[in-house]
Nanobody
Framework: QVQLVESGGGLVQAGGSLRLSCAAS????????LGWFRRAPGKEREFVSS????????DYADSVKGRFTISRDNAKNTLDLQMNSLKFEDTAVYYC???????????????????WGQGTQVTVSS
């Protein structure tokens, strides 16, 4: 069982940066692949980024590639998402998620994730 709590959301101007963090409690954090998802108003939840259990493999949605960086610290049980060059269309509630697995690549499908945080709001003003 893993409990996830996001933080770091807020209001930022377009072109600015934010760093989201996700603190995990529970056992065997390093055995989970992790991901960030987001849900914009009136839209479906979508994949943003994921990272394998080892941290050596990452994946990004095309819409954020080159602007966002995902990282994890298995010693501290934390997951981060550095978001740079933010755009108005990045406005959404961001969720961190965890799934059990030691595969080399973390999946993009939300159905593969077992645990979810409550979400943190990111608002980018144009």
């Amino acid at each position: 069982q893993v409990q996830l709590v996001e933080s770091g959301g807020g209001l930022v101007q377009a072109g600015g940066s934010l760093r989201l963090s996700c603190a995990a409690s529970g056992s065997a954090f390093s055995r989970y692949f992790l991901g960030w998802f987001r849900r914009a108003p009136g839209k479906e939840r979508e994949f943003v980024s994921s990272i394998a259990w080892s941290g050596t493999s990452t994946d990004y949605a095309d819409s954020v590639k080159g602007r966002f960086t995902i990282s994890r610290d298995n010693a501290k049980n934390t997951l981060d998402l550095q978001m740079n060059s933010l755009k108005f269309e990045d406005t959404a509630v961001y969720y961190c998620a965890a799934g059990r697995g030691l595969a080399g690549i973390a999946p993009r499908g939300s159905g593969s994730y077992d645990y979810w945080g409550q979400g943190t709001q990111v608002t980018v003003s144009s």
